[in-house]
């Protein structure tokens, strides 16, 4: 089945810094998705991006489909986007998403 | 505008009894449903999903079952809880699109004691 690495496990920023998320996954993905997990567990999704670069706010993505990796830029980090990012590639048959460890983002005042 | 609620927010529970949770999702006909399941610390899994009325799927064996007894009805329940249930569980909808987003309800925290 799929398998997803994401680096690092945890990160500190001091507040303004930017910060690069990596996700490395085993198979073909329809679709990859970026989500912020609170520490309330709560799940918000950031970006979809199954292949090239997008952007939303102070995030951007860049996905590169045949290498079955992605990435997530955050710039200007804020103590807000404290948390827990996942990366979350779907299955070829658009049923199954499957989900990394997580990258772990403290963002110092 | 879809929304999807879940039901409890939270529970404790004694080894053994029962559980029910339940997730509701409006203004989308048809979604596919999933469950997921999250241990603390831990990685979040797929446990079951749906993509039509009476029909669900086993992902994860866990000594749980799931029902879609309505279109936009997803229910998680076991007629006796272990310890090892305990977690963060989260319902989630995606339309029947193979590249289609996965949206999460809020979450039910489960603590088994």
């Known amino acids: 089945g799929q398998q997803v690495q994401q680096s690092p496990a945890s990160l500190v920023l001091q507040e303004g810094e930017n910060a690069e998320l990596q996700c490395n996954f085993s198979s073909t993905a329809t679709q990859l998705q970026w989500f912020y997990q609170s520490p309330g567990g709560s799940l918000v999704s950031l970006l979809s991006?199954?292949?090239g670069t997008k952007h939303t706010g102070r995030l951007t993505s860049t996905t590169v489909t045949k290498e079955r990796r992605s990435s997530l830029h955050i710039s200007s980090s804020q103590t807000t986007d404290s948390g827990t990012y996942l990366c979350?590639?779907?299955?070829?048959?658009?049923?199954?998403?499957?989900f990394g460890i997580g990258t772990r983002v403290l963002v110092r005042p | 505008a879809q929304t999807i609620h879940q039901w409890p927010v939270a529970e404790i529970k004694a080894v053994g009894s029962p559980l029910s949770l339940g997730c509701t999702i409006k203004?989308?006909?048809?979604?596919?449903l999933y469950w997921y399941w999250q241990a603390t610390g831990g990685t979040l899994q797929q446990l079951f999903y749906?993509?039509?009325?009476?029909?669900v799927e086993s992902v994860v064996q866990l000594n749980l079952s799931a029902s879609r007894p309505k279109d936009d009805q997803f229910i998680l329940s076991t007629e006796k809880l272990l310890l090892s249930h305990s977690g963060f569980y989260l319902c989630?909808?995606?339309?029947?699109?193979?590249?289609?987003?996965?949206?999460f309800g809020s979450g039910t925290r489960l603590l088994v004691i």
């Open positions: 749906s993509i039509t009325v009476g029909q």
């Open positions: 203004g989308k006909s048809s979604p596919n």
């Open positions: 979350a590639p779907t299955n070829s048959a658009g049923n199954k998403l499957t």
């Open positions: 989630a909808w995606s339309l029947r699109a193979v590249n289609s987003d996965y949206t």
């Open positions: 991006n199954p292949s």
